[in-house]
C-alpha cells in the first residue's frame, strides 16, 4: 500500500515556468523529506521539514509541510533545465526505526 | 562528508546465480542500513532494515531467505540475491543513518546498483 501520494504523476514546462508538487496522505507524519533523483543514480536529499507548518526555502525551491502533518508541497520557481529529474517525497515516524515511506513520484522535465 | 558507497554500479548475471552487492557509509559509521529495490519509472520500495550485528528486519513481502542481508560492521551491510531470476532484475539502493543520530535525521543513499539477470 502506497501511502503518500504525489501528484502530477508526471510534468512538462518550459524554463522559466512556475510548477507546484503536491504530497499527501491520510497518515501523519513526524518528518517530511524531499529528494530528487535522476537517471541511474540515487536520491539527493533537498530538504527536512518536521514542524506543521513549516516552510523552507532553497534557493528556487519552497517547501511547506502540511498543519497536519499529512501533506507537503514543493513549488518551483522560474524552473530550469537542471531541475528535470524524479522528485520524491519521503514521510518517516517516531517507533519505527527511521524507516521512510517513499510517495509515488513526479516526474519533471524542463525544456528550453 | 556523509558518502555512502555501492559496488557493484552494475552486474548483469545468469538465472540462477548469486549476486552480492555492497554498501558502505565512507566517512561515518551507520548503525542502520536500508535497502530499496525501484524498477523502472516507479518510486522506491524498502526492502528491508539492516542493524549492525542483528538479523535484518523485513518488509511484508520480502523473502528473507531469497535477499540475505548481512551488517557485519558499522560502515559495511551486504545483500546477496541469491538464485536471481529475471523478475529480479532491478535498481538496488542502499542508504544509511549515522550511529546516535535522531529518527528525524537524514538518510544518505547510495548511487544504486543496477542488476540485470538473463
Known amino acids: 500500500t502506497q501511502l503518500l501520494e504525489q501528484s502530477p504523476q508526471f510534468l512538462s514546462i518550459q524554463e522559466g515556468e512556475n510548477l507546484t508538487v503536491y504530497c499527501n496522505s491520510s497518515?501523519?507524519?513526524?518528518?517530511l523529506q524531499w529528494y530528487r533523483q535522476e537517471p541511474g543514480e540515487g536520491p539527493v536529499l533537498l530538504v527536512t521539514?518536521?514542524?506543521?507548518?513549516e516552510v523552507k526555502k532553497l534557493k528556487r525551491l519552497t517547501f511547506q509541510f502540511g498543519d497536519a502533518r499529512k501533506d507537503s508541497s514543493l513549488h518551483i520557481t522560474a524552473a530550469q533545465p537542471g531541475d528535470t529529474g524524479l522528485y520524491l517525497c519521503?514521510?518517516?515516524?517516531?517507533?519505527?526505526?527511521?524507516?521512510?515511506?517513499f510517495g509515488t513520484g513526479t516526474r519533471l522535465q524542463v525544456t528550453l | 562528508g556523509a558518502v555512502v558507497s555501492q559496488h557493484p554500479s552494475w552486474v548483469i548475471c545468469k538465472s540462477g546465480t548469486s549476486v552480492k552487492i555492497e554498501c558502505r557509509s565512507l566517512?561515518?559509521?551507520?548503525?542502520?542500513m536500508f535497502w530499496y529495490r525501484q524498477f523502472p519509472k516507479q518510486s522506491l520500495m524498502l526492502m528491508a532494515t539492516s542493524n549492525e550485528g542483528s538479523k535484518a528486519t523485513y518488509e511484508q513481502g520480502v523473502e528473507k531467505d531469497k535477499f540475505l542481508i548481512n551488517h557485519a560492521s558499522l560502515t559495511l551491510s551486504t545483500l546477496t540475491v541469491t538464485s536471481a531470476h529475471p523478475e529480479d532484475s532491478s535498481f538496488y539502493i542502499c542508504s544509511a543513518r549515522a550511529a546516535g543520530a535522531r529518527s528525524t535525521d537524514t538518510q544518505y543513499f547510495g548511487p544504486g546498483t543496477r542488476l540485470t539477470v538473463l
Open positions: 519521503a514521510g518517516g515516524r517516531t517507533g519505527t526505526a527511521s524507516k521512510l515511506t
Open positions: 497518515s501523519v507524519f513526524s518528518s
Open positions: 566517512d561515518f559509521q551507520a548503525t542502520t
Open positions: 521539514v518536521v514542524t506543521g507548518g
